[in-house]
């Protein structure tokens, strides 16, 4: 069989596509790996959330005009995928009968308050870990948060609100706002 | 927002926790491994639902160009709606064909759960699903007259505890609570626990009554309030009670029959009155004593959305083939914002089944019988109708199929 004008061209343009999409994980994968971390609180989850965000790029690199927005779109993709809670459920259940593949990673950070109040973070539901980890590592403001995940901005204002209001309620006295001078604000 | 020490703390511990991490563990041949996979899944529930409706010819690579699916890949930045006027028709034959909805199925005929376009068998009959701790709580049908049974499952859907008799579940907006009721051989008691697990379950045990004096949540109310339905079992009609945080209860007088509640606003419908042809409805401020905020008597008031802005309206006279259209209304005042109508509504029996489920702020997904076919569409308030690929299936007439496995709203 031979090759046509048009099967050269359809490969050329796979082969621009895989250039430029690897030129983009090339930069930007272990900042991004950094979020999906946070978002997900292991390395397992952190890799799965991440190449999943990936995969649906690569699916959609084509219809994106604007390359300064892909951040925003894996940052999104990530959020939505971690925040599906059948997809978590979905993920133990076949977890239960397929073998986890082990990453043989471990964890690290200090043990100090960085580490208590990293800990708090991770008991936070969900969306209200979304919003605090894109708030706060991400610098994200309010309605660039609202538009990731979807919300409103007053929504997003009041799940940072009740998630500052339960890191008040478990971390240690030293956090506690008559002790850090949130009072006098 | 100006920043606290709390929250310079937060923002400095998430950094030193991320900031040692190099971690680059993917090559574009992972990646393209895992988009094949993902295509492949696209691909199936596509060809799945052309094949049900028979006769809809997509061009080849439709499915790969124009807007991208609503989950995957949305625009930088959203432009401000726009406002549509006038009445968005419903037709699930032309409708394009979207990608599977977040908010999971059950096929109640054929026992199966369908999540993001993946579909597994369950081993009995479920009303509801929902993650719970490490596996799932799930209300399972007892037996055909509408007995049902609340299960806690393991991962693989085996039974670790089981209550019977019990109601339908509800699930609070942010997805952390679950509530449900069970007798207990003298009375109904309404029990409520964290998604998590992380606290101890909260059990409030109404006045003792018989079975039939039926009891369901309806949904969670701020403050960790609920409010819960209990029907008088001579009339068939529902009071409702607002059950406090503290195991406190009080009732919400005049109602023959509760809708919704919102546990952003604390806004709640409930049905008032019944007319010649159809029925009133209230919107009350639970937070406030019970005062009407609005009333309706073109609507059956049923579905705050997640943020609590909006409410849904279907007709006033609900039947079992569910309502023709629906509305959707600005919670606050009953402004109307958006109407629906099913094609086909003013020649043949076909309508949209109450138990719907909100995507998002902006976004219905609900199930509609026309003919005998059941179909999913997802509706969006800027006016857009995509049916929801692979999810159509034969029914008998008078009869459903697929249930969103837990809906935003509950009616049994």
Redesign the interface.
């Known amino acids: 069989m031979s090759t046509t004008l048009v099967d050269m061209g359809a490969r050329d343009r796979r082969s621009d596509k895989d250039a430029d999409f690897s030129a983009y994980m090339s930069a930007r994968q272990a900042a991004l790996y950094r979020t999906a971390y946070l978002l997900a609180g292991d390395h397992a989850g952190a890799e799965d959330l991440l190449q999943t965000a990936f995969a649906k790029l690569y699916l959609s690199w084509d219809r994106i005009r604007d390359r300064e927005a892909l951040d925003g779109y894996v940052r999104r993709i990530m959020v939505n995928e971690n925040n599906s809670l059948w997809r978590r459920a979905w993920k133990r259940r076949e977890h239960t009968t397929d073998t986890i593949p082990e990453t043989g990673a471990v964890d690290t950070y200090d043990d100090g308050m960085g580490g208590a109040l990293w800990s708090f973070v991770q008991t936070l539901p969900p969306k209200q870990r979304s919003v605090v980890v894109l708030r706060y590592y991400e610098q994200l403001s309010e309605a660039e948060i609202a538009d990731v995940l979807g919300i409103s901005v007053g929504t997003v204002k009041s799940q940072a609100s009740r998630a500052l209001a339960a890191l008040r309620a478990r971390a240690p006295h030293s956090l506690n706002p008559h002790e850090s001078g949130d009072d006098a604000r | 927002?100006?920043p606290?020490?709390?929250?310079d703390?937060?923002?400095?511990?998430?950094?030193?926790?991320?900031?040692?991490?190099?971690?680059?563990?993917?090559t574009?041949t992972?990646?393209?491994a895992?988009?094949r996979?993902?295509?492949r899944r696209r691909t199936a529930v596509a060809g799945a639902a052309v094949a049900a409706v028979l006769a809809i010819a997509i061009p080849v690579g439709a499915g790969m160009?124009g807007p991208?699916p609503r989950?995957?890949?949305?625009p930088?930045?959203?432009p401000p709606a726009p406002r549509i006027t006038g009445t968005v028709r419903i037709d699930p034959l032309s409708a394009s064909v979207g990608a599977a909805t977040?908010v999971?199925l059950i096929n109640v005929d054929e026992p199966s759960l369908t999540?993001?376009g993946?579909t597994?068998d369950l081993p009995r009959r479920y009303d509801q699903l929902?993650?719970y701790v490490?596996?799932?709580i799930g209300i399972a049908f007892t037996d055909d007259g509408g007995g049902r049974a609340v299960q806690v499952l393991?991962?693989?859907f085996r039974v670790l505890d089981e209550a019977a008799p019990a109601s339908g579940m509800v699930v609070s907006a942010?997805?952390?609570r679950i509530a449900w009721a069970s007798y207990d051989g003298s009375r109904w008691v309404v029990v409520d626990r964290d998604?998590?697990g992380?606290r101890e379950e909260r059990q409030t045990p109404l006045a003792p009554g018989p079975q039939d004096a039926r009891v369901r949540p309806v949904g969670f109310l701020p403050g960790d309030a609920l409010l819960v339905a209990r029907t008088d079992p001579s009339g068939q009609l529902e009071s409702a009670i607002v059950v406090g945080p503290d195991g406190t209860t009080s009732p919400l007088p005049d109602t023959l029959a509760l809708g919704s509640a919102s546990d952003?606003t604390g806004l709640v419908s409930m049905k008032t009155s019944v007319t010649a042809d159809g029925s009133c409805w209230e919107v009350r401020d639970a937070g406030a004593g019970g005062a009407v905020a609005w009333q309706t008597c073109d609507y059956s008031l049923l579905g705050f959305s997640?943020?609590g802005?909006h409410l849904l309206g279907f007709t006033d006279y609900l039947t079992p083939e569910g309502s023709p259209t629906l509305a959707v209304l600005d919670a606050a005042t009953g402004e109307r914002v958006l109407d629906f109508e099913l094609v086909g509504s003013r020649t043949s029996v076909v309508g949209i089944q109450p138990e719907v489920g909100w995507e998002?702020?902006?976004t219905v997904v609900a199930t509609l019988v026309t003919g005998d076919r059941q179909y999913v569409v997802r509706l969006g308030l800027d006016g857009t109708v995509e049916r929801v690929g692979g999810e159509a299936v034969e029914v008998e007439p008078g009869d459903v199929s697929l249930k969103l496995a837990a809906p935003s709203v509950v009616q049994q």
Not at chain 2, 4 to 7: A, F, G, H, S, V
């Open positions: 927002m100006s606290t020490p709390l929250e703390q937060v923002h400095d511990a998430l950094h030193r926790t991320a900031e040692p991490l190099q971690r680059a563990p993917f574009v992972d990646v393209r895992r988009a996979r993902i295509q160009v991208g989950s995957d890949v949305p930088a930045t959203q977040t999971p999540v993001d993946e597994v929902t993650p490490e596996g799932w393991d991962p693989d942010d997805g952390s998604r998590d992380s952003v997640p943020d802005r998002d702020d902006e």
